[in-house]
């Protein structure tokens, strides 16, 4: 029997909703995806309109949308979809770098931002890794998006209002730098010699502790507060 991945009981296929205009891009991600044995895809949308309505109806586990689509695109799509089904996951995809539309996401609260061009089994590691509650970014996009927060520059605060920071404790906020350069709880636990679940639980506590919903919107208070960075990673 299949196992979800992150758990230890045995528990169905991961249900995937796929939502692309483009036909023969779709297909053949569904084809691939439904190869794995702990994926399964149970439904095909071809606008974000489509997907929202598939959505409420087949309540996936993880929807992997496109951005750019005709009738209503993916951020809003994305929008609708975490006011609406917040338990839903939502992995975005995009074909360029440069897309516009990645800081409106993460502001969203999506969960993985990635680029078409990935190849199958990195596609598939981070939709497992969403399962496992971690918010996997493309490599090549954490650059941009660091770089994109730097500039916002941090928020004016009133005096009266503390740091939501200031919660944290050393470990945290050590786990919540490389989070925000990118690396997955695995990664870190490896350079912090802990385990992973230990990661897991002590990026949990942080966003609690900060009243965030996922890592990509921690990154981002950690990049706009100048709470540093991690040293490159070797």
Known sequence: MNTRPGTSDAAAPARILLVDD??????????IVDGQPDMTVVGEAV?????LEMAHSLQPDVIVMDVEMP?????????????????????MLTVSEDDDHLMRAVRLGVHGYLLKDMRPEQLFDMIRS????ET??????????LAELREGGQKPRTPEAPRPDALLSNRELEILRLVAHGLSNKEIGSRLSITEGTVKNHVHNALQKLGMENRIQAAAYIVRQGLGSPPPVS
């Open 22 to 31: 483009q036909g023969l891009f779709r297909g053949a991600v569904a084809r």
């Open 47 to 51: 606008n974000g309109l489509e997907a």
């Open 71 to 91: 009738v209503m695109d993916g951020v809003e799509a994305a929008g609708l979809m975490r006011e609406q089904l917040p338990h839903i996951k939502i992995v």
């Open 130 to 133: 969403v399962l496992r509650d």
């Open 136 to 145: 996997p970014v493309a490599p090549s996009l954490v650059g941009r998006l």
